[in-house]
């Protein structure tokens, strides 16, 4: 194993536990994005330039904006039931 | 169940989890240690009687061209799934966007920036640019039609990080991405057809193979990464709007 596999693999299991911890979903959509980045990196380093393109796009673009979207929703429903209760 | 029996479980069983990795690991094959014989077979195959210079690329759209109709229709199918389930709702409504004036209408983002709304502008033709790279150079470089879709559906997105939704719903309208969609789906289908027809068996290569590496190569591979690329941005650009739709645009009818 070269020193760039080793460093890629040790990005991913990093990125990968933060992504664990962060407990808000907003800022885990983020984080969840750098995992993907350092799996690209990985995968890169492995010699496997067609799976590093389809992880980057599908993490990076494919996913956060779905889950954004879903997120705003959701708020956006909290906020309206907490206007009930006030009311 | 409590945090701390969860915590205690995990303690339990996360070093077995590790441990029997750990075993694993110790037993693969070093790195570039292949084996196999599928790998040399693919590698003789594709470039000698396909001129295709992308394994997997030929791997997708050749010798598993079926399995990915079968994917493609998978990702359809999910696409219209989503679509039945976020159109507005029998309660719902969308906001006038016929009729909106100024800057409500443009739903800029309060936060965005000129240096962003800038510098997105300048994403989308590069975007664009890469993804029609990616698709139609799939037999011969990384990357292909499902990649290379990603990125084109990526280039109206930046618009959208520029804070203009309704411009990027001008910029790719409904009607437009479900005639990709259908356009890719029904595309790929009737490629095999075509291979049915002109080559006795369905999604046989019926084309001229070209000379390995030059951009018309790899008979019917280019067409089906086209076809697959189509799909995949309509596909993704769908299921975005849908989502934008009900979280941007879509408000129940009693708060307006």
Same mark, same amino acid.
């Given at each position: 194993m070269s020193v760039v596999q080793a460093v890629a693999l040790a990005a991913v299991a990093f990125a990968g536990t933060v992504t664990v911890l962060v407990s808000d979903p907003l800022r885990q959509i983020f984080t969840l994005g750098v995992y993907g980045l350092t799996l690209t990196l990985l995968f890169f380093a492995l010699q496997a330039p067609d799976v590093a393109l389809s992880e980057i796009v599908v993490s990076t673009i494919g996913l956060p904006l779905i889950a954004l979207a879903a997120l705003r929703k959701i708020r956006e429903h909290e906020r309206a039931r907490e206007q009930e209760t006030e009311r | 169940m409590s945090r701390p029996a969860r915590l205690a479980l995990f303690a339990l069983a996360g070093p077995g989890l590790l441990a029997v990795l750990l075993v694993g690991f110790a037993g693969l094959p070093a790195f570039g240690d292949y084996h196999g014989v599928y790998g040399l077979v693919v590698d003789g195959v594709e470039l &000698?009687?396909?001129?295709?210079?992308d394994m997997v690329t030929a791997l997708n759209f050749d010798l598993r061209a079926f399995d990915t109709l079968g994917e493609e229709y998978l990702l359809f199918a999910s696409v219209v799934g989503v679509v039945v389930l976020l159109?507005?709702?029998?309660?719902e409504r969308e906001e006038d966007t016929e009729h909106d004036t100024g800057a409500s209408s443009q739903h800029v983002?309060?936060?965005?920036s000129d240096a962003l709304r800038a510098s997105s502008l300048v994403l989308v033709p590069m975007l664009i640019a890469l993804g029609v790279y990616l698709v139609i150079h799939g037999a011969l470089t990384p990357g292909g039609g499902f990649q290379g879709g990603v990125v084109l559906a990526a280039g109206p997105i930046a618009l959208l990080v520029a804070g203009r939704y309704l411009a990027m719903k001008r910029f790719a309208p409904q009607w437009a991405l479900e005639a990709l969609e259908a356009l890719g789906a029904g595309g790929y289908a009737l490629l095999g057809v075509g291979g049915l027809v002109f080559? @006795?068996?369905?999604?046989?290569n019926f084309l001229p193979l070209g000379?390995? &590496?030059?951009?018309?190569?790899? @008979?019917l591979m280019p067409l089906n990464s086209i076809a697959v690329g189509l799909e995949v941005t309509g596909a993704f650009l769908l299921v975005w709007s849908e989502f934008l739709d009900q979280a941007l645009l879509v408000r129940r009818a009693a708060e307006s």
């Open positions: - | &000698g009687e396909r001129h295709a210079t159109r507005a709702l029998r309660d983002f309060e936060g965005a080559a @006795g068996d369905y999604l046989k000379i390995p &590496g030059h951009l018309l190569s790899a @008979g």
